[in-house]
């Protein structure tokens, strides 16, 4: 492996490449080029065996991975790319082909979510999207996530849960907890409608004392 600066006229995309990039990917692509003129060297193979021109070794790449990357860089007006060439044969070629474009981890969200935070220190979600594989909606998550979370509420601001209980009522304790029920009706209807709780409270206090539990 030798690392060469490669005129652009001088290398071949891959007939077999099945690699795609979305054109705003492609974009942001280019603008990164533009803006630091830093890019990773394309991998390329020799083609042909060089041959004496006027202008020197004329000799043919292909591309084995950054066809984006060339594109990006011919778009941009460069002539040459830095190049990994390899001498590989066309079988080894196919499955460099095959793997080099596949072949990636994935983020751990908590970790690019810190780093996309750090990143975004003086910078909007839209202003880092336009240097950012991702668009600005998934920036802004990815700093929510990296935000510290709110403090709990202390203790005698929690409220407790609500605990559903179930029972089972004989007749006798049916009817008394029906006639309760209609004692709070009547109530309600010559004063103030009384609230679910106090109505609630009234059932327990009626339904104790008929029972000479209290």
Not at 94 to 122: K, M, Y
Request: proline share 10%; net charge negative; with cysteine.
């Amino acid at each position: 492996m030798t690392l060469q600066w490669i005129p652009l006229e001088h290398l071949e995309a891959h007939p077999e490449n099945s690699n795609r990039m979305p054109p705003p990917l492609l974009e942001k692509l280019k603008r990164h080029i533009e803006r630091t003129g830093l890019y990773e060297p394309l991998v390329v193979r020799p083609l042909s065996a060089p041959a004496a021109t006027g202008d020197g070794e004329a000799r043919r790449y292909q591309i084995l991975n950054g066809h984006h990357r060339a594109r990006a860089l011919g778009e941009l007006g460069h002539t040459h790319a830095r190049c990994d060439v390899w001498e590989v044969d066309d079988a080894e070629a196919r499955l460099l082909l095959a793997t080099l474009n596949r072949l990636e981890g994935r983020d751990d969200p908590s970790a690019r979510a810190a780093l996309v935070a750090h990143l975004a220190e003086g910078r909007s979600a839209e202003d880092l999207a336009r240097l950012l594989p991702e668009p600005p909606d998934a920036v802004e998550r990815l700093m929510r996530l990296a935000r510290p979370p709110e403090a709990p509420l202390p203790p005698d601001q929690v409220r407790p849960p609500a605990r559903p209980m179930t029972f089972f009522l004989a007749d006798e304790q049916y009817a008394l907890v029906t006639e309760a029920l209609r004692e709070v009706g009547h109530e309600g209807a010559s004063a103030a409608r009384p609230t679910r709780a106090e109505a609630l409270e009234r059932l327990a206090q009626w339904y104790l004392e008929s029972r000479s539990l209290r």
